[in-house]
């Protein structure tokens, strides 16, 4: 079965320190792969979308990710961590192409920045 | 432009009780979906609609209900609620190929 793994529960970084959140995903073929993000309470925000092309994605809010085939991964990248980060992060896989419009998701990552 | 709209946003319910959780999207999607997010499990599909008329089970889809008669509107109904059903529920609607999902704002659901 298709499955999405976030290795890391929470992750404590400081501000101003660059970050990587981890995504692996278990599936066959190359599915469409997303990152989300929310705030306490908050709905749903996506932050990056992959679907082909180039494997280096870049978003909002100054995050990007990349696409490693060989890997099965998806890491979300940021350079400089500002406090308003803090947030919880969702991967996600879209296995039918878009086709359905059905979500995998990983567990999350509790992203926390100290001052 | 309101993209998805759910109601309530919070909810108690006695055990056994019944309610239709809500859910419309004003951008002509095709497909939406029904998820529940509770802490450490991150978001698992219920139900999901690939057209009106059409739905089909995901992952949790034990205790709910939906039906689609309109392009826009997606109900979720919980015929006998249980406290294991107390939970967020986000909707959600997709355009269809190369195109992202979009989210509701959630209900919180409480069942006692």
């Known amino acids: ?115 | 432009n309101a993209g998805v709209t759910q109601t309530p946003k919070f909810q108690v319910l006695k055990t056994g009780q019944s309610m239709t959780l809500q859910c419309a999207q004003d951008m002509n999607h095709e497909y939406m979906s029904w998820y529940r997010q509770d802490p450490g499990m991150g978001l698992r599909l219920i139900h999901y609609s690939v057209g009106a008329g059409i739905t089909d089970q995901g992952e949790v889809p034990n205790g709910y209900n939906v039906s689609r008669s309109t392009t826009e509107d997606f109900p979720l109904r919980l015929l006998s609620a249980a406290p294991s059903q107390t939970s967020v529920y986000f909707c959600a609607s997709t355009g269809g190929e190369n195109t992202e999902a979009f989210f509701g704002q959630g209900t919180r659901l409480t069942v006692v």
């Open chain 1, 1 to 115: 079965a298709q499955s999405v793994t976030q290795p890391d529960i929470h992750i404590t970084v400081s501000e101003g320190a660059s970050l990587e959140l981890r995504c692996n995903y278990s599936y066959g073929a190359t599915p469409y792969l997303f990152w989300y993000v929310q705030s306490p309470g908050q709905g749903l925000q996506l932050l990056l979308k992959y679907f082909s092309g180039d494997t280096l994605v870049q978003g909002i809010k100054g995050f990007e990710a990349e696409f490693k085939r060989s890997q099965s991964s998806f890491n979300l990248r940021k350079p400089s961590v500002h406090w308003s980060d803090a947030a919880e992060y969702f991967c996600a896989v879209d296995t039918y192409g878009g086709s359905q419009g059905n979500l995998i998701f990983g567990k999350g990552t509790k992203l926390s920045v100290k001052p």
